[in-house]
């Protein structure tokens, strides 16, 4: 199948990636790239009045997903929105005080409040998001694909049940050992929720999807797979897979998934994200070439100076070698105070040091 012809993109190296498939060079895109390292997207944030007021402007979340674009090569850009938006939609009250990070009002604590939790209809409770999609796929006009993105059903169980960001997840880790029974409902719901959002966003025309386990790596090594990835095999199960004549790829990131690298590859999507942790040649050999890798620089890197970034790139890049099937990215999202010009140099490394080194080798030098 040609992706480039089919998908209408004038840069398809993305797409070309996540199938395995030879590419000029690395494709890169950064977790959180539309965000408040930039002064931009600072701007914009203030003209919306909220977080949440920009998250439910289609216009406005159409305007900060295109930023990062106007100032890098980036090879995608990814659906500005947030994953809250889903246990948001299911009337759980989500609201975002400065300074503090989401809350929920309506926590699920209580056992016939989990009973009566139902996944939300996505073109009603969450057609805001779904208007931002078709947005930004009109603003990009085939420039480069659009990822849409939704969190995993166990990472949006802990904020549903925790009620906001923690340390240990004392409340959730609670109910899983205690009532595991409640907590498996939670999930199941949320696997379809999940399942309903993608797809919807796929619809919409998200040429990509994601799912975000930022916490499933604070399990146990065997609850991993019973409370986190058995769940997200569901999702990919029942994914679209193609639209409009295009495969439209997956990706699953699991912060802290290192110990379970093979089941993760295993579960049905076309590609992995790593965190800065994790071993990318022993991914390489794990995957076989079978299932894209994606990741994987410490976020912190990009605090040194210039030379230091680039040469943290080249090494990243080393360790995935140039085999097909590598996109770049950061190992968790872009921390708010980096400085633009050390993402230039990053974007611009792995650029020009993939596209070299993928020369030399065909001119077999």
């Not at 790239?33 to 944030?45: D, H, K, S």
């Not at 016939?112 to 939790?117: D, F, G, Q, T, V």
């Not at 639209?243 to 990706?251: A, D, L, M, T, Y």
């Not at 590859?265 to 040649?281: E, H, P, Q």
Request: net charge neutral; hydrophobic share 40%; charged share 25%.
């Amino acid at each position: 199948m040609d992706l480039h012809r089919e998908a209408g993109l004038k840069n398809d190296t993305l797409l070309r990636a996540l199938a395995c498939q030879p590419t000029e060079y690395t494709p890169a895109w950064l977790m959180r790239q539309a965000g408040r390292y930039l002064p931009e997207y600072n701007a914009t944030r203030a003209r919306a009045g909220s977080f949440l007021k920009l998250v439910r402007t289609p216009a406005l979340a159409t305007e900060v997903t295109l930023q990062p674009l106007e100032r890098f090569p980036l090879d995608a850009a990814i659906l500005f929105s947030d994953i809250l938006t889903v246990p948001d939609a299911m009337g759980l009250g989500l609201a975002f005080s400065e300074g503090e990070g989401p809350r929920f009002e309506r926590p699920l604590r209580d056992e016939a409040a989990i009973r009566k939790l139902a996944a939300p209809d996505p073109s009603a409770e969450l057609g805001y998001v779904l208007d931002a999609v078709r947005e930004a796929r009109r603003a990009l006009a085939g420039r480069v694909p659009l990822i849409g993105f939704s969190g995993s059903p166990f990472t949006l169980a802990c904020y549903m049940v925790e009620g906001a960001g923690s340390d240990d997840w004392r409340t959730l880790k609670t109910m899983l050992h205690a009532r595991p029974e409640l907590l498996h409902r939670i999930l199941e719901v949320n696997a379809r929720a999940v399942t309903d959002y993608l797809n919807a966003q796929i619809e919409a025309g998200a040429q990509a999807v994601m799912i975000f386990d930022t916490w499933g790596g604070i399990l146990s090594h065997e609850d991993y797979e019973r409370f986190s990835l058995s769940y997200c095999r569901r999702i990919f199960e029942k994914l679209l897979r193609q639209r409009e004549g295009s495969r439209v790829p997956s990706i699953l990131f699991t912060k802290g998934g290192s110990p379970w690298l093979a089941a993760m590859m295993k579960s049905g999507c076309d590609a992995v994200g790593l965190d800065w942790s994790a071993d990318a040649r022993e991914a390489r050999r794990v995957a076989a070439g079978k299932v894209a890798l994606q990741g994987n620089l410490d976020p912190s890197a990009l605090f040194a100076p210039q030379k230091s970034v680039r040469e943290a790139a080249r090494r990243v890049l080393d360790a995935f070698g140039s085999a097909p099937g590598h996109v770049f990215n950061l190992g968790h999202g872009i921390a708010p105070q980096t400085p633009v010009d050390a993402v230039s140099a990053l974007i611009d490394e792995v650029r020009t040091y993939s596209r070299s080194h993928r020369s030399r080798m065909a001119a077999g030098t």
